[in-house]
C-alpha cells in the first residue's frame, strides 16, 4: 500500500436547471446546449447552501466511514467564490465535520486545483512522518457569478453548483497517487475574473449596476485566438509528461477524469491521446464545478464500478490564468 486516495464523497443540491431552462434565460436553442456545451442539466444551490456548506456536505459522505478524529490536516481546495470576501472556509469546514485534531488551510488555484491538491497532499505525507490522513474538500456555487445576459462569458454558461471531497491516505487500500505534471502560461492572467470586489475596483453600488460582480471576459476573440493554439497541446503535454513520469503512456489509461467542457474539446484531446470515449468521464449532466470536477468523476467511477485492480486513471483539469494539470492514479481497490 502506498499514498493513495482511500474514499471520496460529492454532494448536490437537489435543485436542477435544465438544458431546456438554460435555452430560456441564454437564447441558445437547447439541442446546441445540448450537444455542442455537452450539458442535458445541472445542479444550482439555493441561498441556504454555499461554497462551504457544499463543501462540509460532501466531507460527512466520507467521514461516516472514518473517524474524524484521525484526520491530520483539512485543505479546501475549492472554488475561490466562497461566502464572504478575505474569509477562509477552511477553520469552518473543519469544525464542522468534527476534525479537532487536524489542522486546515485552502489551496486555489480555480479549476486546476485537484490534480495540483492530490500531488500536495501526497507530497506533505511524504515529508511529514506525524501526517496520515488529509482530507481534501472543495465547494463551489460559481453558478450565482454567471451572467447570462452577456455574451462575453458564454462558454461559462455551465457552471454549476456542488461538493466534492477526497480522502488521502499514508497506507490506502484503493489506489495509489503516482506522479503529475503542471504547466502555467500567464499570459492570460488578466482574461478572465470578476471585475469588482478586489482592490483595483473596490465593492460599490456602480459595480453592481454595471454588472462588475459577475464573472466576465476581458476580451473573448483575442483569448480565443491565443488559447486556441495552446490549449489541447498544454492538456497532452501534462497528460503525457504525468503518466511518463508515473512510467505509463496513454494507451494504458483506463480512465481519464477531465474537467467539464465543450464535447468537441473533449473528443479533440481524445483523439490527440489516443484513448477511446468511452474511457473519459464526462458530467453532461452536472456541468463544470470549477477544481471539483475529477473529484467528482473519480467518485462516479467507483460508484459505477469502472476501476478494477491495476488499472490507471488520470485526473486533469484547466484554470484560467492559464493552468494545465494532471496527476495519475494507480487503482488497487
Request: charged share 20%.
Amino acid at each position: 500500500m502506498g499514498i493513495g486516495v482511500e474514499a471520496t464523497g460529492v454532494y448536490f443540491s437537489p435543485t436542477v436547471e435544465t438544458a431546456h431552462e438554460l435555452a430560456g434565460k441564454t437564447g441558445i436553442p437547447e439541442s446546441v446546449i445540448i450537444e455542442k456545451f455537452g450539458l442535458y442539466e445541472k445542479h444550482v444551490s439555493d441561498e441556504t447552501m454555499h461554497a462551504s456548506d457544499l463543501a462540509i456536505a460532501a466531507g460527512r459522505e466520507i467521514l461516516k466511514q472514518h473517524d474524524p478524529l484521525s484526520i491530520d490536516v483539512v485543505i479546501y481546495f475549492g472554488s475561490p467564490h466562497k461566502d464572504y470576501y478575505v474569509w477562509s472556509s477552511a477553520p469552518k469546514i473543519q469544525h464542522e465535520l468534527g476534525t479537532k485534531n487536524a489542522y486546515a488551510f485552502e489551496m486555489m488555484n480555480v479549476s486546476s486545483c485537484f490534480p495540483i491538491a492530490l500531488k500536495v497532499a501526497k507530497d506533505m505525507i511524504r515529508s511529514d512522518s506525524s501526517i496520515d490522513r488529509i482530507l481534501l474538500v472543495g465547494g463551489c456555487k460559481e453558478s450565482q457569478i454567471v451572467d447570462y445576459a452577456n455574451p462575453r462569458s458564454r462558454f461559462m454558461f455551465n457552471f454549476a453548483d456542488g461538493g466534492a471531497a477526497a480522502l488521502v491516505s499514508r497506507e490506502a487500500a484503493n489506489s495509489e497517487i503516482l506522479e503529475s505534471h503542471i504547466v502555467t502560461d500567464g499570459s492570460f492572467h488578466d482574461d478572465v475574473m470578476v471585475p469588482a470586489g478586489g482592490s483595483i475596483h473596490f465593492a460599490g453600488s456602480e459595480n453592481v449596476e454595471q454588472g462588475m460582480h459577475y464573472i466576465d471576459v476581458k476580451d473573448p476573440a483575442s483569448m480565443k485566438e491565443r488559447l486556441d493554439p495552446v490549449s489541447i497541446p498544454n492538456f497532452e503535454l501534462v497528460i503525457r509528461k504525468a503518466l511518463e513520469k508515473s512510467g505509463y503512456t496513454p494507451h494504458q489509461v483506463k480512465l481519464l477524469l477531465p474537467l467539464h467542457t465543450k464535447r468537441s474539446m473533449l473528443n479533440e484531446l481524445l483523439d490527440s491521446l489516443g484513448i477511446p470515449e468511452q474511457n473519459a468521464m464526462y458530467l453532461d449532466h452536472h456541468g463544470h464545478m470549477s477544481s471539483l470536477d475529477p473529484c467528482i468523476g473519480l467518485h462516479f467511477a467507483q460508484e459505477r464500478r469502472l476501476l478494477n485492480p491495476g488499472d490507471i486513471a488520470v485526473t486533469v483539469s484547466a484554470g484560467t490564468g492559464y493552468t494545465w494539470a494532471a496527476t495519475v492514479l494507480r487503482w488497487e481497490g
